[in-house]
């Protein structure tokens, strides 16, 4: 089997890659590092831009694949509603792209990457994934108009997809090789690891007067290599004929804001100053996921998600990585 990655130079990409790779699959990334790096790839990585249409189609006239992990796209919540238009431009016209260019290549089948910021604030938890879907940002939309797209591409031309649509990603390779390096970084461990290294001075929570125990908010994180299985489940899915699908891929745990600050302080031995901050605009109180769909029909489970092991992975990775790929 033969896979395009796009966006395999990122975060989730190149952990995805590398566990591809153990399973024997063979791998090609198209990314144009432009908040990914090229150390981080560990196949042939063609460096090229979605949006440049010639670029993508070359990839795939001078390849064969059997199916596409599509990761490249914007993914800032906060930045896309300061610029929409590089949000709507890049997450979808980009996709249409590679879209038109699997049709030419005549590759039909794709995975792509959803998220939970589709759900908005959602009514119930845990979230199914038939719960309402009323975005906050325009990330959280591009992605949801993303999924329609990709229903019409498998209505009108029969390209099969599985959307995963993730919850919090999190920690990092087991050996501390490859791992989360976001300029500028907006994820609660990788921040609250710098200040564990003590690049920042204290940590900073978006405020506590939520409706939780704590009062601070509550997400569900996953652990990277956990999302790098549930991509090989789909795929594995769409080749035995698998209908286009979309799935939630938590753990079904949420942990406040304080309860990670708390872990990442014992697992690194530093007691960082934390001050609260104001809120931040377009958080939910609490949002956790319903995976079981996920587990019934892919058979996917997670294996390394519970939080001591994320952030230990996190640790190990900061540390060695004082500067990310820089250091
Ligand atoms: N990190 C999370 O918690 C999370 C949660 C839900 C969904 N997602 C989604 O997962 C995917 C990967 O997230 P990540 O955290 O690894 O992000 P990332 O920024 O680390 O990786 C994205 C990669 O795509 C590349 N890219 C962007 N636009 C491109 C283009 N036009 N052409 C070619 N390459 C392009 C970037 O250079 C980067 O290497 C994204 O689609 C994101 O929206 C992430």
């Not at 990788?190 to 978006?206: C, N, T, V």
Request: aromatic content about 10%; charged content about 25%; hydrophobic content about 35%.
């Amino acid at each position: 089997m033969k896979v395009l990655v796009t966006g395999g130079a990122g975060y989730i990409g190149s952990h995805t890659v590398a566990e591809l790779q153990k399973q024997n699959i063979e791998v090609v990334v198209f990314d144009n590092l432009i908040c990914g790096h090229k150390e981080a790839v560990t196949c042939p990585l063609i460096v090229g831009d979605l949006l440049k249409k010639d670029e993508i189609k070359k990839v795939f006239k001078e390849n064969k694949f059997d199916g596409v992990i599509h990761f490249a796209a914007y993914a800032l919540a906060g930045e896309s509603m300061k610029e929409p238009a590089k949000y709507f431009e890049n997450n979808l016209q980009g996709g249409l792209n590679l879209l038109e260019a699997m049709r030419e290549g005549e590759v039909n089948k794709i995975v792509f990457s959803s998220t939970c910021a589709i759900y908005g604030y959602p009514d119930k938890l845990p979230v199914i994934e038939e719960e309402s879907k009323k975005p906050v940002s325009v990330y959280g939309e591009s992605k949801l108009m993303f999924e329609t797209i990709l229903r019409w591409y498998d209505q009108l031309f029969g390209i099969k997809n599985v959307c995963l649509r993730y919850f919090n990603a999190s920690g990092d390779s087991l050996d501390g090789s490859i791992g989360e390096d976001h300029k500028p970084e907006t994820h609660i461990i990788p921040i609250a690891m710098q200040a564990a290294l003590g690049q920042r001075e204290k940590f900073s929570i978006f405020g506590e007067d939520y409706n939780t125990p704590d009062g601070t908010c509550i997400r569900d994180y996953i652990h990277v290599l956990d999302l790098a299985s549930a991509h090989i489940k789909a795929l594995d899915y769409l080749s035995k004929e698998g209908e286009s699908n979309y799935f939630n891929v938590g753990t079904g745990q949420g942990y406040s804001n304080k309860e990670i600050l708390n872990m990442v302080k014992e697992v690194t031995g530093v007691d960082f100053p934390v001050e609260v901050g104001p809120r931040r605009e377009g958080d939910p109180d609490a949002i956790f996921a319903d995976s079981s769909k996920a587990k019934t029909v892919l058979g996917w489970e997670p294996k390394h998600s519970d939080l001591k092991t994320i952030i230990e992975s996190a640790w190990k990775w900061h540390k060695s990585h004082p500067k990310g790929y820089s250091s």
